[in-house]
């Protein structure tokens, strides 16, 4: 123990003398921590929240009964049901949209408490805890979440008013209960819904007999299990969040394992005197473990409670992207429990074991009186260097084959992660083959030095390299695939969204009526009704739209691959046309032949492929008439017109008192594309805050790593200001040797990003959202971001230059007294 002690206080001792490493190592820990803690809060958040919505209505083994065909039941199917002996609980859901200017639209949930199945848990309390007099008995009870109360701005026991005027009743705080979601009685939803004797689904309790012939044309037997569907659609976003959130951690681990083997290699000579005089090698290797635990909790612990912090200040932007992408509700607060705080420690522990095990393990493997000897350092570095280029060439290889027989999302994450630290593994290895043959042009001693000193850091600055490579190139390809998608997104708007306005109508005759008296104005030049459904095709849920054949479509709707005679087919009912991501979930391609659920079961043929981007469901594209005869249940639910020049107003004000429509049924073509535009925004804020972040992480590493250089840089700077180089000059090589060094990573780090980004839009999206983009490649914006990548370094050069220029003669003379 005697031993330890002296050992600790030893060690601890350099950090008195070296105090920006001690701050570069906890600041790596601390960095990388905060990032990763950050993302993991946003997704632990959102997951929770979903769990939640989930566990609205959940039972250990629920069986639910649903439509085949449309989005409601009668009621009378439920009556006949029960007659049968069948113990089910019909629920109706839909979206209500509440009184006041920016209110939200909430989730509404209506139930039968009378005949809900026996282990059914409604917000995380047991049905048979249900009072059920007060919940069904005037004046009812609304149950509501803690953040939907607040969202509203109103107090328990207030009544809350619908867009339509129609009062809510009672509000009852269930803390239990999801984000935007409201539950009721279901005749009070009956009421708030204005859907009179319909339901949306049927929860069974127990194991589900054979459906009668007569009702399985209206009925399909599906486990609870549909109720994930929204965590299944927001998996992938997660997921991209969550590679983010390693990337950042792993550069920020660079900046700590830097600082610590830059420390080892200083304290060569204490390692061999401790070694000397008779501490082992098992007591030292054990107190630079507890150095660095300490290291480790420390960082962790602030790290942690930077993540909290940063997970806080992207929350808005984050619940933006999910609800704008899947319509999922995610608290504006984060409730975060113990668990995760100890996990976020752990993780630092952990990020620290990572960073410095190599440069223990090289310290334990050197000789005992090689260890004072930076010769013998630099060349362990050697054997190190050709381990890594093999391990950059095996994980080249399994990128490869990730790329080439990989069809699936983690093969796709495998492809980017081996791919980003085959690269960052070479790197050290290219730029010495680089800065090696840039010696052989080197005539004259001043640059033979300044290339071979070159060399000589590379060791050390090898990490801070490799964060600016990953940061640059993650930058690019992120970058790319984000502004192609703008540039697709933006395209795809102006062709699908080219009417004026677009009426959205719930009620069949009203919509009936609007189309007919838009027959009759000679503002309107064009109206365009569409039918809809939702269904379910190979357990996928899918909206059917029909269309007229109408030539509008043939000109504003475009496709990705069709056959040569698609809009003719679809006109005339002998085909189909699919979204690309409902097309690339069933496997189906142009030619081959769709089933739908109708009744007789009928097929088409696959005319045309169209991007659908945004849409978290599958699409279908029929023709109206033949969706018509075949499913009566589709509803007329919209219209696009277009207008006269300067009647649009006109149109709208008689729209308003004629068929009393709000501005929630009348969408203008400009609104409709800036909202889309701005979910398009926000959906990336979280992404490119992560980017900007790591960059300026990796500018951290390299000014770090050049800081904790420059003391032991002046035994190679002194001897040539004795030569008679003059210390600005030697301020000029120095600077030279960053830049050289930083051009060079940014100079692979370009066509690594530009490959990054192809990997994105070719295989992470592909398998992610089921979107194919056009790999776009901008060089303006390659141009910025490598102008970007030599500022950050040199910024992160300016301090250790201007400390340079600070040093006096007598500070340059004493390392020559030194070496004696």
């Not at 279901?186 to 949306?200: D, E």
């Not at 495998?414 to 840039?438: C, F, R, Y």
């Not at 569409?530 to 109408?550: F, K, N, Y």
Request: proline share 5%.
């Amino acid at each position: 123990m005697t031993g330890l002690v002296v050992a600790l206080q030893a060690l601890l001792s350099h950090w008195r003398r070296h105090r920006v490493q001690g701050v570069s190592i906890f600041l790596g820990l601390c960095l990388a921590t905060t990032l990763w803690t950050g993302v993991q809060a946003l997704n632990s958040q959102a997951r929770n929240d979903y769990a939640r919505a989930s566990a609205v209505l959940a039972a250990p083994s629920q069986v639910q009964l649903l439509p085949r065909t449309g989005q409601h039941l009668s009621q009378a199917l439920y009556l006949e049901l029960r007659s049968l002996g069948w113990a089910v609980s019909p629920v109706l859901e839909g979206r209500l949209v509440m009184a006041g200017e920016g209110a939200p639209s909430l989730r509404l949930i209506g139930i039968e408490p009378l005949t809900l199945p026996h282990d059914l848990r409604l917000a995380g309390s047991s049905a048979e805890r249900l009072d059920i007099q007060a919940f069904i008995g005037p004046p009812g009870q609304a149950w509501i979440g803690p953040d939907t109360l607040r969202r509203l701005g109103l107090a328990p026991g207030q009544t809350a008013y619908s867009a339509q005027g129609l009062a809510l009743p009672s509000l009852q705080v269930q803390a239990e209960l999801a984000p935007g979601v409201v539950l009721v009685d279901i005749g009070q939803a009956q009421r708030l819904l204005q859907a009179p004797g319909q339901v949306s689904r049927l929860l069974l309790d127990g194991p589900a007999p054979g459906l009668p012939d007569e009702l399985a044309h209206w009925l399909s037997v599906a486990p609870a299990s549909d109720e994930g569907d929204l965590q299944r659609l927001t998996e992938s976003f997660h997921l991209n969040l969550s590679a983010l959130g390693l990337l950042a951690f792993v550069v920020g681990l660079f900046i700590a394992h830097a600082a610590i083997g830059l420390a080892l290699e200083q304290r060569r000579g204490l390692i061999r005197t401790l070694r000397a005089c008779g501490v082992s090698l098992r007591t030292v290797l054990l107190a630079l473990s507890l150095e660095l635990g300490g290291f480790a909790v420390l960082g962790g612990l602030l790290g942690v409670a930077g993540g909290y912090l940063l997970a806080a200040a992207l929350l808005p932007d984050f619940a933006a992207s999910v609800g704008g992408l899947y319509g999922a509700q995610v608290a504006g607060h984060l409730s975060l429990p113990a668990s995760w705080w100890a996990t976020g420690v752990l993780v630092s522990v952990v990020g620290a074991l990572l960073a410095g095990v190599s440069a223990v393990l090289r310290a334990a493997r050197l000789p005992l009186l090689a260890l004072a000897q930076a010769q013998a350092w630099r060349s362990a570095q050697g054997p190190w260097l050709r381990r890594q280029a093999l391990a950059a060439l095996g994980l080249g290889l399994l990128a490869l084959g990730c790329g080439y027989w990989g069809a699936s999302l983690p093969a796709a994450f495998t492809l980017l992660a081996s791919l980003l630290l085959a690269a960052a593994l070479a790197l050290p290895v290219l730029l010495d083959h680089m800065l090696a043959g840039l010696g052989r042009w080197a005539r004259r001693p001043l640059a033979q030095w300044f290339v071979a000193d070159s060399r000589q850091q590379l060791p050390a600055l090898s990490l801070a390299l490799m964060a600016l490579l990953l940061a640059l190139a993650a930058s690019v390809g992120v970058g790319s695939m984000t502004e192609g998608f703008r540039n697709t997104f933006n395209g795809w708007l102006e062709q699908r969204l080219s009417a004026d306005l677009y009426l959205t109508l719930g009620d069949s005759d009203q919509a009936a009526s609007i189309d007919q008296w838009l027959d009759q104005q000679a503002a309107v030049t064009l109206h365009l009704p569409t039918w809809r459904s939702e269904i379910h095709v190979q357990g996928w849920p899918a909206q059917v739209q029909g269309v007229l054949d109408a030539p509008w479509y043939r000109q504003h709707w475009p496709l990705l691959s069709h056959t040569a005679d698609a809009w003719t087919a679809l006109g005339e009912g002998r085909g189909v046309m699919l979204s690309e991501q409902l097309a690339r979930r069933l496997h189906v391609g142009l030619g081959q032949r769709l089933s739908l659920p109708l009744h007789p079961t009928v097929s088409l043929n696959v005319v045309g492929l169209y991007a659908d981007y945004g849409n978290p469901k599958g699409h279908i594209l029929l023709n109206a008439d033949w969706l018509r005869s075949h499913w009566p249940q589709a509803s007329l639910s919209g219209i696009a017109l277009t207008v006269a020049p300067g009647q649009l107003s006109a149109v709208q004000a008689q729209l308003r008192e004629r068929f009393a429509l709000d501005d929630s049924r009348m969408v203008e073509q400009a609104s409709l594309k800036a909202w889309s535009s701005e979910v398009f925004s926000r959906t990336f804020a979280a992404t490119t805050a992560l980017n900007g972040l790591t960059l300026g992480i990796a500018g951290v590493a390299l000014l770090l790593g050049l800081l904790t250089l420059a003391q032991s840089r002046l035994g190679q700077l002194a001897p040539l200001w004795a030569l008679g180089v003059s210390r600005p000059r030697l301020v000029l090589l120095a600077l030279a040797q960053t830049l050289l060094l930083a051009t060079l990573t940014v100079l692979l780090a370009l066509p690594l990003g530009v490959l990054l980004a192809w990997c994105l839009v070719a295989m992470v999206n592909v398998q992610a959202f089921g979107w194919r983009l056009p790999l776009q490649v901008f060089p303006l914006q390659l141009l910025q971001l490598a102008g970007l990548g030599l500022l950050t370094s040199l910024l992160a050069s300016a301090w250790p230059l201007w400390r340079l220029t600070r040093q006096r003669p007598v500070d340059l003379l004493r390392q020559f007294s030194d070496e004696r």
